[in-house]
């Protein structure tokens, strides 16, 4: 069982940054992909970012070169570092916990808001 927990949300003006953690308890966490998504008002949720037990990662198109995703074993985290963010990257962010790089997520967090103002 894997548990994920996201933290570091919060309001930033466009153009600024933020740093989300997935912290996650149960010792298998290492052994999981985990990914970023996101879900805006009124859109369907979206994958953002991943990140394998190898470190073989993912990224949507519209975050590529801005977003860079990363992860810590020895502190069981993830990290996702939001560089440039827009409006358009307003949204709750997810993380979740699974067998496979972008697909099959099993385990999910609470979410932690991103608000980016103009």
């Known amino acids: 069982q894997v548990q994920p927990e996201e933290s570091g949300g919060g309001l930033v003006q466009a153009g600024g940054s933020l740093r989300l953690s997935c912290a996650a308890s149960?010792?298998?966490?290492?052994?999981?992909?985990v990914g970023w998504f996101r879900q805006a008002p009124g859109k369907e949720r979206e994958i953002v970012a991943a990140i394998n037990w190898s470190g073989s990662t993912y990224y949507a198109d519209s975050v590529k070169g801005r977003f860079t995703i990363s992860r810590d074993d020895a502190k069981v985290t993830v990290y996702l570092q939001m560089n440039s963010l827009n409006p358009e990257d307003t949204a709750v962010y997810y993380c979740a916990a699974g067998p496979r790089l972008v697909e099959g997520y099993t385990y999910w967090g609470q979410g932690t808001q991103v608000t980016v103002s103009s």
């Open positions: 149960g010792r298998t966490f290492g052994r999981h992909a």
